[in-house]
């Protein structure tokens, strides 16, 4: 048991490094304050590093960018391989693995050791790899890297130990899959080919062996060459050479015929009695044009030939369509007789293979299905049914479908809520799937003990969200809402949309779920939030539709003369958002008309409409457009079922909503949120003006006084040139781009090159390059600049001037987090000009360098800025180089019972306010308890509270009791609003409090704070306010992500940092349990969708499709193989089938053949050994230290090898056994012939 005790003797504890000035812990860093009665913090911590430990779980989705596709016949696995070195190996629902190889190399080809629990991939980097599969986690055994050849094709025949490899110099070799060691026995081109042959034949494009007689291998050239090669007699029997290039072949299964796919659309029959021509030629798609000649085709990329015994044998092909018909999609062609289906696909095909009963190829193929891998999706086709209809996938394949742009994590949810999801949700799933089972049904799952509900919510750019059930390492879609339903269906060309290109105007940004008042908000790319109401009833509803003005006014924009004129402009009342009105004519004024121009993004439907059961829309809250300015992005929300509020804020300001009485209670910027607890001196901005600068480098001074001066001004204040300080509308576009905002932690959800949209912070030597991506602020220490060209006056007054906000300019298609691709070295040798070289070319913006340590900062213009844009910001000292013209964001709200004030004696419902200025914000709210008032008197807000200092951006706000427990948020019991009246029973809220004075007698009132920023953990203790423990957890880089999460019975706080390191600390001490460099690189799209859950669980986008789950519980990790599906299981491999007296006697000798004789070492030799290097893998037993460790590991580790030496000890057995029926047989001759020659004299012999 370990004890952390601390004794507040009236000093505070102060965050070493804090910013100059700024208040810490309540007080100035340093400064004694007067304490609350000195008290003792005795909390017993439970948590220690042993409990900790970082791995891969399991990855769900499609595979991104697949290249290659191999079934195991007889265990009935598939394996997928990818562009990035990952093998996916999939079988019955549960057994899903994947592995990845070291190099990264893509995957140029799969090829199973049918029945043994093995896999060989060839990969770019010519290197062949063998996976051992009889283990949970495979890994390499061995490894071939061809060091003078590239590999093109290979080929392994049934029940072979030697597998063939064709090369790009058109050689084959041959290698012994056991020892994957090079024989000697080649085959090279030039003896393949004819001597009288001028040309090369080009790479090896096919390798099989004839069904008819294993010692004949058939080689096929990307020139159009095919080679019959007797591997006894190393001569060919026969070559091919036709006009158009080869790209597969297929074997007839009597091997007397083999079909060819041709680049110019066309299938080649070729029949071994007569090799001189093609036996028949035919043009699927093409069609014979009025003047005689035929289409021209695209390229046949595969064909398969397989025969039924009931029926005409299938030609199955992909490509082969003409060129004439364009926009057409890619598609699968069934030749069956004389019935030829196209099957039409969403995606182009990868690769195809067609499923078979029987493993052997010399028998009758009875194709029962066809895999179709494409480059976004899986599809199986039923050959067994006429209409070729495709089997429901189990697996979630379409996590992709909408760009996924959010994702949320849940564990340990309420046990009910699943079956509930399921059920409404497979109310509407598709129907006409073929009615067999799912032919990939290999491996064996069993449901581990260490399960419990966990939910992982997605939210994708067409507004769609997806509910999943991610218990026990599956992932299934419970349940898919849109929001797009709520809102009219923007006409093409017309509205806001069209103004701003938006193609995405529904995209979800973030999600917040209460699993247990079944409360769900949405919040939309747009600068909408819907509020959702669970019910299981259909109903016709009208939703509510709420807007707010969260902008400030255009007056608050200061020039110098309008500073002189106007001495009064620090007034709190500047700084608020003002009621509706349009662009004034000159400053101070206003129109009457123009509330015309305060519109919202998109339209609510105003009619009612019948939802189903499911999420029905409760309320909409819209933001509203200013004077041609659209609304600042959402950048926080909270909701609380147990006092019917939404708090949500931008870089404007915050806004609470009663969603209960539908309205708004709070609308207010975030200067004003300071009240008479500012921490910042707000004096009147220096009325001097701005000198010109005929240089592209300015140097400016920092210091306390001029950010004091700075920040009195409003939010969206523009510091312009002398030369346009008489009338704002004339002013040039870059001025309004200098409003900048703060919103490091909150990643904005677009990027793309036409303007700023998603916005990311990354560690401190890359901020200097990604603070101005697009052109805009993305750190809370960044600075604005300007970018653009100045606007040309037009008309008779000049244009208007169009007013960007920094989170919501001209743009932009909305990309999902999956795609944001952008990954950085966190390196401090590389140069910042290269990395800034590249960014401004992607984005076409300017950047600077800043190091918030120093108090001088340097812009870096470009000439072209330069002479565009002719004026610099002011050199006086009473100018801050971090100018205030960026607005401090709203980054984090909870909700919560605290304490507002030090005097207070009993907690009270509370909304903390974190924003990007490290700022901490204590708002008490005064809620009517009884539940007729509640419904019908106002929810009243007090002044702000207590103002707490942390460096970086605030993240994140836990709440723990005195004795070291989490303290759960008050949420209300779900109650079905649309279930019929019982009038005995009248419907009523049922409220569940957590209240922090409930399980401290022994402590009395108080609970504790956990506080985590960018940078910086603090621990408050409430009501006293007093700072107990402080932690800086990162100097060189920043946290993106910080969770208080619930661990063995106890609580940590995790973090996610841009240098990718994954760290947790304890609570309250904060002190260090883990901290693992991850992720080598800082990748957006992972920052953006990384998460973490309680049970010591996180997950995140390892591509645009998948996503990734990892643990960070030593107790899970331990547990982890039990919990993973088993992809080998013993299975009888299939008897071949009686060939018959004639069939073996006239069919050849292909029984007799062996390879060994031919392909050892002794017979072939060795081969050179400058041509492939021998690699020896980590597979086996070995490979198992990787995934687990301790004592559950070691078990596993011995488990794993008894299994193999039973196996061993099996095959032992079985030789034994046959050895004694041989001796029998031998004993019982011998004996026979002992007793026939048992009376004969010997010259009778």
């Not at 590239?150 to 090369?167: A, D, E, M, N």
């Not at 015929?257 to 029949?271: K, P």
């Not at 903390?912 to 019908?936: A, N, Q």
């Given at each position: ?6 004794v507040?003797?009236?000093?505070t ?34 948590l ?52 990845q ?28 790899h ?20 590239r ?16 090369t ?13 060691i090079l ?56 070559r ?30 070729w029949?071994l ?18 003047d005689?000649?035929?289409e ?9 030939y ?17 060129y ?34 029987t ?15 494409l ?32 994702t ?35 491996g ?40 797009s ?17 938006e ?21 939309g ?40 004129n ?29 509330a ?10 105003d ?12 309320l ?10 659209p ?9 609380n ?15 609470v ?7 708004v ?14 921490p ?28 004091d ?19 704002p ?12 905002s ?14 700023p ?24 220490t960044s600075?604005p600049?300007?970018a653009?060209?100045?606007r ?5 007054e ?19 987090a ?16 290269s ?56 980054t ?108 401290q ?80 690189l ?14 010591g669980?996180?997950l ?28 080998f ?6 008897e071949a ?12 000798n292909?029984?007799?053949?062996d ?61 034994t ?29």
């Amino acid at each position: 048991m370990k004890k952390f005790r601390k004794v507040l003797d009236g000093l505070t504890t102060s965050s070493p490094g804090g910013t100059m000035g700024s208040p810490s812990c309540g007080s100035a860093a340093g400064t004694p304050t007067a304490a609350p009665t000195p008290r003792d913090i005795d909390v017993q911590e439970t948590l220690v590093s042993e409990n900790f430990q970082l791995c891969k779980t399991v990855r769900h989705g499609f595979t991104y960018q697949p290249t290659a596709l191999a079934f195991d016949p007889v265990q009935k696995i598939l394996a997928i391989g990818s562009r990035s070195g990952g093998v996916r190996i999939l079988g019955r629902p549960g057994v899903d693995c994947y592995c990845q190889h070291e190099s990264g190399a893509a995957v140029l080809q799969l090829q199973f050791l049918i029945n043994e629990g093995a896999l060989v991939t060839a990969c770019a980097d010519d290197t062949l790899h063998l996976w051992n599969l009889r283990q949970r986690r495979p890994a390499v055994l061995h490894s071939l890297k061809f060091n003078r050849e590239r590999i093109t094709f290979c080929h392994l025949p049934f029940q072979s130990k030697w597998l063939y490899v064709g090369t790009e110099r058109g050689n084959t070799h041959i290698v012994n899959i056991e020892s994957f060691i090079l024989s000697g026995y080649v085959i090279m081109w030039n003896k393949a080919i004819e001597l009288s042959t001028k040309t090369h034949p080009g790479p090896v494009v096919h390798l099989s062996d004839s069904p008819k007689d294993e010692g004949k291998l058939l080689i096929g050239f990307e020139g159009g060459t095919i080679v019959q090669w007797d591997l006894r007699a190393k001569k060919a029997d026969f070559r091919i050479y036709y006009d158009e290039a080869i790209h597969s072949v297929s074997w007839h299964h009597e091997g007397k015929q083999f079909m060819c796919s041709h680049s110019d659309g066309s299938l080649t029959l070729w029949n071994l009695r007569n090799t001189t021509k093609p036996f028949q030629v035919t043009f699927p798609h093409g069609k014979i044009q009025k003047d005689g000649r035929k289409e021209s085709c695209k390229p046949i990329l595969k064909v398969e030939y397989k025969t039924s015994r009931n029926s005409e044998p299938f030609v199955i092909f992909s490509g082969g369509l003409s060129y004439d018909k364009a926009g057409r999609r890619p598609a699968l062609t069934i030749m069956h007789g004389k019935a030829i289906t196209v099957l039409e696909m969403d995606y182009p095909i990868v690769e195809f293979m067609v499923l078979c009963d029987t493993p052997y190829i010399n028998e009758i193929q009875e194709p029962y299905a066809v895999v179709v891998l494409l480059e976004k999706d899986l599809i199986v086709v039923d050959l067994t049914q006429s209409n070729f209809p495709v089997f429901e996938n189990p697996y979630p394949m379409d996590i992709h479908e909408s760009p996924v742009t959010c994702t949320a994590y849940f564990a340990d949810c309420p046990p009910d809520i699943i079956p509930i999801l399921y059920s409404i949700g497979a109310k509407h799933k598709k129907t006409g799937y073929s009615q067999k089972e799912w032919p990939i049904a290999g491996g064996t799952w069993t449901l581990g003990s260490h399960t419990y509900p966990e939910i992982i919510i997605t939210g994708h750019a067409d507004g769609s969200i997806k509910f999943w059930d991610a218990s026990a390492f599956t992932l299934q879609m419970l349940y898919k809402l849109k929001t797009s339903k709520v809102f009219e269906k923007p006409k093409l060309g017309e509205g806001r949309g069209a103004d701003l290109g938006e193609e995405d105007p529904f995209a979800v940004q973030m999600v917040s779920w209460c699993p247990h008042s079944r409360i769900f908000c949405v919040v939309g790319i747009s600068a909408h939030i819907i509020l959702y109401r669970f019910s299981k009833y259909d109903a016709n509803t009208q939703t509510v539709s709420l807007e707010v003005r969260l902008q400030c006014e255009p007056e608050d924009i200061i020039t110098p003369s309008e500073n002189e004129n106007n001495p009064c402009f620090s007034e709190p009342g500047s700084h608020s958002p003002q009621p509706h009105h349009q662009y004034p004519v000159s400053p101070g004024s206003r129109t009457p008309d123009g509330a015309k121009d305060s519109t919202p993004f998109l339209k609510v439907k105003d009619k009612t409409v019948r939802v189903p059961p499911g999420y029905q829309s409760d309320l909409v809250i819209q933001l509203l457009w200013v004077d041609g300015e659209p609304p600042q992005q959402i950048t926080s929300l909270d909701i609380n079922s147990a006092y019917g509020l939404l708090a949500f804020g931008n870089c404007n300001g915050l806004a609470v909503v009663d969603y209960i009485q539908k309205t708004v209670i709070l609308c207010i910027s975030t200067v004003d949120l300071y009240g008479a607890t500012d921490p910042y001196q707000r004096l009147t901005r220096s009325p001097r003006r701005n000198r010109q600068s005929t240089s592209g480098l300015t140097e400016l001074t920092d210091n306390q006084q001029s950010i004091d001066m700075e920040r009195s001004k409003s939010p969206t204040s523009v510091h312009y040139p002398t030369s346009l300080h008489n009338d704002p509308r004339i002013l040039p576009e870059p001025v309004a781009s200098l409003r900048a905002s703060h919103c490091s932690p909150v990643f904005y959800l677009l990027d793309n090159v036409k303007g700023p949209g998603r916005k990311l912070s990354l560690p401190t030597d890359l901020k200097t390059d990604l603070d101005h991506v697009n052109g805009h602020c993305t750190s809370p220490t960044s600075q604005p600049c300007s970018a653009g060209k100045p606007r040309i006056p037009m008309g008779p007054e000049g244009p208007r001037l169009t007013r960007r906000g920094p989170g919501r300019p001209p743009f932009r298609k909305a990309q999902s987090a999956a795609c944001m691709e952008i990954s950085l070295p966190v390196s401090h040798t590389e140069g910042h000009a290269s990395r800034r070289a590249m960014l401004q070319q992607l984005h076409g913006v300017t950047m600077y360098s800043h190091d918030e340590h120093h108090s001088t900062a340097s812009y870096c213009w470009n000439e072209r800025e330069s002479r565009e844009n002719s004026f610099s910001r002011s050199r006086s000292s009473s100018v801050s180089s971090i100018d205030r013209d960026t607005k401090e964001a709203i980054t984090t709200l909870q909700f919560g019972e605290s304490y507002g004030r030090k005097s207070d004696a009993l907690p009270t419902p509370c909304l903390w306010v974190g924003t990007s200025l490290g700022v901490v914000i204590l708002i008490p709210l005064s809620i009517p308890m009884d539940h007729e008032e509640r419904m019908e008197d106002p929810v009243t807000v007090g002044p702000s509270g207590a103002v707490q200092m942390l460096k970086g951006s605030v993240l994140r706000f836990a709440f723990l009791d005195c004795n070291g427990a989490l303290i759960q948020s008050p949420y209300e019991i779900w109650r079905d609003q649309n279930a019929p009246e019982d009038p005995d029973r009248p419907r009523r809220r049922k409220l569940v409090h957590f209240s922090p004075s409930s399980s401290q007698d022994a402590f009395g009132e108080g609970h504790l704070t956990v506080v985590c920023s960018e940078r910086q953990a603090k621990v408050f203790l409430m009501p006293s306010q007093s700072c107990l423990f402080v932690h800086n957890i990162t100097e060189s880089s920043f946290v993106l992500r910080a969770d208080v999460v619930s661990l063995c019975n106890s609580v940590c706080l995790a973090c996610f940092c841009a240098n990718g390191h994954v760290m947790t600390l304890s609570l309250p001490s904060l002190r260090p349990l883990m901290d693992v460099n991850y992720l080598p690189l800082t990748d957006m799209r992972i920052a953006r969708t990384f998460c973490f859950t309680n049970e010591g669980q996180a997950l995140y986008l390892s591509s645009p499709t998948e996503i990734q789950r990892i643990t960070y519980s030593q107790e899970m990790c331990d547990n982890l193989q039990e919990m993973l599906g088993e992809l080998f299981t013993p299975i009888e491999t299939p008897e071949a089938q009686n060939r018959g007296f004639l069939k073996g006697f006239f069919g050849g000798n292909a029984h007799t053949f062996d390879r060994e004789e031919l392909f050892g070492e002794a017979a072939a030799g060795k081969a050179s050994r400058s041509l492939a290097q021998h690699i020896p893998g980590q597979g086996g037993v070995e490979g198992m230290k990787v995934a687990a460790s301790g004592v559950v590991g070691d078990l596993a580790r011995a488990r794993i090898a008894l299994d193999e030496r039973g196996q061993r000890l099996g095959e032992l057995e079985e030789r034994t056994t046959l050895m004694m029926t041989s001796a029998e047989t031998f004993s019982k001759h011998a004996h026979e012939l002992m007793l026939k020659c048992k009376d004969k004299k010997w010259y009778q012999f």
